[in-house]
């Protein structure tokens, strides 16, 4: 069997490409049979990480389609500001840190949130609402647990090292 790519067009459309192919080949009997002669072909640490952060700036965006009172409790639904502040985050962890959310989802408070976990249940919350402000909260069982308003703009870095030394 072969494989080929479409034409690509931008960098996104190349990562996927990749992905693309890479699963194809991984999927197919040849390669399982025959894994040690392509050993480009498995799965990296950085297509894994970047198919992983466009998946999450995908759910950033769809956070838009969510309408007032999304969840049965008259939640109201992530704006714009929300939204986009969420992507800068995604970017800033993606490009700064080894730390990888699993989950973006809207915020019953109306806004987005980031989740991420650690090691001995350790876990953090982002989020970003619609009022522009940002917070943090680390819990865990048997961790105490620790929460935070912050400025995205003049805190993030300071925040950033606080998670990754929490997690």
């Not at 714009?80 to 995604?90: E, G, H, N, P």
Request: net charge negative; no cysteine.
């Amino acid at each position: 069997m072969i494989f080929t790519a479409p034409p690509v067009q931008n960098h996104i459309q190349s990562a996927t490409a990749a992905i693309i192919f890479r699963e194809g080949a991984a999927n197919s009997s040849f390669w399982k049979t025959h894994v040690d002669l392509f050993p480009a072909l498995s799965p990296s640490a950085f297509w894994t990480r970047e198919r992983l952060f466009m998946q999450l700036n995908d759910s950033a965006h769809k956070a838009r389609a969510f309408r007032p009172g999304w969840d049965g409790y008259d939640s109201p639904s992530p704006n714009d500001l929300a939204v986009d502040a969420t992507i800068q985050v995604l970017s800033r962890l993606q490009s700064s840190s080894q730390l990888d959310p699993y989950s973006v989802l809207p915020s019953a408070d109306g806004g987005v949130g980031v989740s991420l976990r650690g090691t001995d249940n350790k876990r953090v919350i982002l989020e970003m609402l619609n009022d522009g402000t940002a917070s943090y909260m680390l819990y865990g069982q048997g961790h105490p647990t620790e929460s935070s308003v912050f400025r995205l703009d003049t805190d993030f870095p300071r925040i950033l090292q606080r998670l990754v030394e929490y997690l």
